[in-house]
């Protein structure tokens, strides 16, 4: 049945590993972790397993059909990583707080045909919570289902901002995405790149002091909401379709 985390776990200063192989990961309570942490819903596809109850042998094949839902408190202090390969996607409806290197990924790489065909049944990275992280942000959807941030979904960073869509489902933006690098002592550059579907933004992509720059590459590029920066560029470049 996977992992579900609904009470609290707590490291001082160390790693923190969470590590699903079948059945998904379920996170409704709070992990606490200065140091680095890995949440990883990776499904050991195709492993059998066999257990024995008395005389008899029984065993099962371990499947895909497993979800990485994050509903409670991600609060951590160092390197962050949230991995799911599991085919019903990544929810992210809680909170995610990092101060350091923060990288989320849903689907493979697609380093090859493999990789490239799971992907083809893997559903959308779904943020509709808050994510926030002093440091180093990457979040990358590689799976078919796209990449949403729903208009309860909030990404507030400082420091460099990387998101990456892949998946034919597209990049939809109806909440809020903000880098702020005004402080005297943090710099980086906001990057959101979409390389299939449609690139929309119903919702707000603000940028202070943080480089912006817009990149589609899949079939349009819809804005009807606001893009705004201060006191840096704003760079909106469509490869593909049209600006809408």
């Known amino acids: ?88 996607g990544m929810t992210i409806s809680g909170t995610v707080n990092n101060t350091g290197d923060l990288n989320i990924q849903n689907g493979f790489i697609p380093t090859g045909e493999n990789q490239v065909t799971a992907n083809e049944s893997i559903e959308a990275l779904t943020i509709s919570g808050a994510i926030n992280n002093e440091g180093n942000a990457n979040i990358s959807n590689y799976a078919a289902g796209g990449l949403d941030v729903t208009e309860a979904g909030n990404i507030a960073t400082s420091g460099n901002l990387d998101i990456l869509n892949e998946g034919i489902g597209g990049l939809d933006i109806f909440g809020e995405v903000s880098n702020n690098n005004s402080a005297d002592d943090i710099y980086g550059d906001t990057t959101i790149t979409n ?50």
Not at 6 to 12: C, D, P, R, V
Not at 215 to 232: D, H, M, P, V, Y
């Open 195 to 244: 390389n299939a579907g449609i690139l929309k933004v119903n919702g707000l992509v603000d940028t202070n002091d943080a480089e912006l720059t817009m990149t589609n590459n899949g079939e349009n590029f819809e804005i009807n909401g606001n893009i705004n920066g201060t006191n840096n560029n704003v760079n909106l470049i469509n490869n593909n379709g049209g600006i809408d």
């Open 1 to 88: 049945n996977g992992i579900d985390v609904s009470g609290k776990i707590a490291n001082a200063n160390g790693t923190v590993k969470i590590n699903s192989n079948w059945g998904g990961i379920d996170i409704s309570g709070d992990v606490i972790n200065n140091g680095t942490t890995q949440i990883f819903n990776i499904p050991a596809e195709g492993t059998v397993v066999k257990f024995k109850e008395g005389e008899e042998i029984f065993s099962y094949t371990i499947d895909t059909d497993s979800e990485l839902n994050i509903s409670g408190n991600i609060d951590t202090i160092g390197t962050t990583t949230i991995t799911n390969t599991g085919s019903k």
